[in-house]
Structures are given as C-alpha cells and as structure tokens.
C-alpha cells in the first residue's frame, strides 16, 4: 500500500510517501536549525510555529515529487500516517492534526505511528533486497536527541522495551558537550568530526565515567540496570575537566571531543552486548540520528561481526527525524489504522 506520512514530533517538519515498507518514492525535510541555532537547543513554541507555517507546503512537495505531473496525486495515497508520539507536545500536534484534516478531507484511513517503532524501521527504507530476509528475533538500539533505548522485537511489529537511559539521552549528551566546548550547535556531527582526527590509541586519553545505573535504582518491572544508561554524571565530569584542564589547543579540544565520545560509545555497544548475551538474535537494528555518528557505527559493524549477527543501520538520509519512516512502518502493515484515531490526542510520552 501507499502511505504518505507526517513526521513533527520536533524540530523537523517532514512529509514523506511511502510504498509497500522501504519503496521511497519522496521525502522531504524542512530543517529547523538554523531558527534554534541561536538558543543552543530546540525551543518547543519556536518549533511547533514553523511547523505551522511549513507543513502545507512540505506535504505539496512530497506529493508533487512522488507523482510528477499527476493530475490527481490523491488519489495514488491509500492512506494518511503521522507520528503520535513520543515528542514534544506542542510539535506533534501539529502534524497530528494536520493528518487528522487530510484523513477527514480524502475520507482516507488514518494511522497513528509510534515514533521510536519508526526509528528501528528507517533501516529497512530503500533497501528492497531485505524482504523475506530471516532477521528476528531482532535487537533494536533506538539513539537520537531524546531517546537512548533498548529494545527487544521477537516478530516483526512487535517491541518491547528491555532499557533505557535514566536521564539524558545519548544526543542530547553529546549537542551538551559541544556547547560547553563552544563548539555551536548541534554539536554531535562536529564532536565526530574533531575525534576523528585523534589516533585510536588517545581515544581513551581522558577516561570518563561509563554512565552505569546501579543495583538498586528504581527501575520499572522489566527494565534492567544493566540495559539502562545514565549521561548526566558524563556531563558533569567533562564540566569539571574542563575547569580543571582548560583546552588550550585544537588538538587538546579533539582529545576531549575523542574521549567523551567514547565513553558515549562504550555505554551504548556494551550494554547491547550484555543484551545479546540473554537472548538469541539473527540481527540489531539501529536507528535516530545518533545512529549516523561514525564511531558509534565502527564499534557496531565489530560486534556484529564478532557475534556473527546482521547489522542493519539506515541510511544516512534516513537516520535523523523524517517523515519516510512513519510511512514507511504504515505502508509495511506494521502500524495500522485505529477505529478512533481522529478522536486520540497526541502522547508526548508514548511508550515503545
């Protein structure tokens, strides 16, 4: 089936059409970051405004690159996806309510989606030689700005959560460490980019804490200490090694940018690796936009090889918040319409 689908759970205002799983036949993204650049970080109201201003002339786009020279691309869409949450709230109603006026305007089904399910599908997005392919039971990593989390998926559409960060998520982590070193906004891409210059031997020159949650943290049932993260302390030692030791070189900036990176790599692959040791996977499935970050995928490709596994990672273009994956995990059958989806709020905390 054809699904055009609405990504806003943030600051990315996407409109995408998507046929049978990982047909892409568009995606458009209108960035946000040039209007948050100022503040450091995503501002909710300054967000969900350009969501409404950009919206209608995003989802055009979509169609118009999707059905080139269609009289009536409409009718070529079976149905209407869009992200219900997680997210922020301000950000995903307007996309959620936009979905809801196009369902009632076409008479087409709606389906909510749940943004993190969409994240561990965007590895499957322009990838047809994956169909039929035998890869669950799957682990997920699902690692962006907002969510660090471990997910277990024995059948296809099926998720349950194993762990998670308790506090900040491996993103955020990383934009924070930027900010702090002046390095602009967001600061992920340039941390990689300075810790690629650092040999493999000084990734380790400053060793930072690995982020663990022990023992006896509250947790909810299910949940295991050992599948959930903890980045707030690693903020707070690079905070106190920066007063301590402040950078007086460039070399000095990307030792730190190296160091702190790896100890954001580490907690992610070895609690993955402690995940792989309770369960039997054929794959692990990684996606967010934390995802595309080159040493987190270098460690990645080496466990999956040492564990004999698939590793399915997306496309770059497919790793941060777009509007390919919502359609994508609909038009797949994955997410289906909900008899009372144009009565349902948006959930701004909705669980895997």
């Given at each position: 089936m054809t699904v055009l689908g609405i990504e806003s759970s943030c600051?990315?205002?996407?409109?995408?059409?998507?046929?049978?799983?990982?047909?892409v036949l568009s995606s458009v993204v209108y960035?946000?970051?040039?209007?948050h650049q100022p503040y450091g970080g995503v501002v909710p109201e300054v967000a969900s405004r350009a969501h409404v201003q950009k919206i209608r002339a995003v989802a055009e786009e979509a169609l118009v690159q999707a059905f080139p020279n269609d009289p009536d691309p409409w009718a070529k869409v079976d149905a209407i996806a869009a992200t219900r949450g997680p997210g922020l709230a301000a950000a995903l109603l307007v996309g959620w309510t936009f979905a809801k006026g196009l369902a009632l305007a076409l008479g087409k089904p709606l389906i909510p989606v749940n943004h993190m399910h969409a994240h561990l599908w965007s590895v499957r997005l322009g990838k047809p030689e994956l169909r039929g392919a035998d890869l669950w039971p799957q682990l997920g990593l699902a690692v962006s700005g907002g969510h660090s989390a471990f997910?277990?998926?024995?059948?296809?559409?099926?998720?349950?959560l194993l762990g998670q960060t308790i506090d900040d998520a491996a993103g955020e982590a990383l934009d924070k460490a930027a900010k702090l070193l002046g390095l602009g906004y967001p600061g992920g891409p340039v941390v990689d980019r300075l810790a690629r210059t650092v040999p493999p031997e000084a990734r380790h020159a400053i060793r930072f804490p690995e982020g663990r949650v022990s023992a006896d943290h509250p947790l909810p049932p299910g949940w295991s200490p050992e599948l959930c993260v903890s980045f707030s302390g690693l903020k707070t030692a690079l905070l106190t090694y920066v007063r301590k030791h402040p950078p007086q070189t460039e070399t000095d900036v990307a030792t730190i940018c190296a160091s702190y990176q790896e100890a954001v790599v580490d907690a992610l692959v070895r609690r993955l690796s402690h995940a792989l040791n309770a369960g039997a996977y054929r794959s692990i499935a990684v996606g967010g936009g934390v995802s595309l970050n080159s040493r987190l995928r270098e460690a990645l490709a080496d466990l999956a090889d040492k564990r004999g596994l698939t590793l399915l990672l997306a496309q770059p273009k497919y790793c941060g918040d777009n509007a390919a994956m919502i359609a994508g995990i609909a038009s797949a059958g994955l997410a289906h319409p909900a008899p009372d989806a144009?009565?349902?709020?948006?959930?701004?905390s909705l669980p895997i």
């Open positions: 600051d990315e205002t996407a409109v995408a059409v998507v046929r049978d799983g990982d047909e960035s946000q970051v040039p209007l997910v277990d998926s024995p059948a296809p559409g099926t998720f349950r144009l009565s349902q709020d948006v959930d701004p």
